[in-house]
């Protein structure tokens, strides 16, 4: 799970995908309405043009598709740490947590201390060993 100012990213990223789609799809199916009563209607034989019911309905599917976006980008500014949160409290959360990451710090270097200790040790128990194996056979050699 991300966190939420990511997840707030996406969510961002996600709505100007969806505001591009938007004003594409507008772009390259609208109509060649007239702004102006004594204007002729323009066309373009090229142009793929949307028959109007079809245009409006993609275009309220859009529309609502954002407008949902929106919600949830509010729902995770909400969210996020600090709103309606005073200043006091915020402070005292991070001294709480700056505390507890210090034991934690100190755990973890003793148990590198911990962890280096026993390597030694096992190391100098393999010495032992091989030391031992390396004599035997010397003297296993001599003795032939």
Do not use: W
């Amino acid at each position: 799970m991300t966190d939420r100012l990511t997840q707030l990213q996406i969510c961002l990223d996600q709505m100007m995908e969806q505001f591009c789609a938007t004003l594409n799809y507008i772009d390259k199916n609208h109509d060649f309405e007239p702004t102006d009563e004594h204007e002729p209607k323009m066309s373009d034989r090229h142009a793929t043009v949307a028959p109007p019911e079809e245009f409006s309905n993609t275009v309220d599917e859009l529309s609502t598709d954002i407008i949902l976006k929106t919600r949830q980008i509010i729902k995770l500014i909400d969210s996020l740490p600090g709103v309606d949160v005073s200043t006091e409290e915020q402070m005292h959360k991070i001294d709480t947590l700056q505390k507890e990451l210090v034991k934690i710090e100190d755990k973890k270097i003793a148990a590198v201390r911990d962890k280096e200790k026993l390597q030694k040790e096992v190391n100098d128990v393999i010495d032992f060993f091989v030391s031992g194996i390396a004599e035997s056979r010397q003297e296993s050699v001599e003795q032939n």
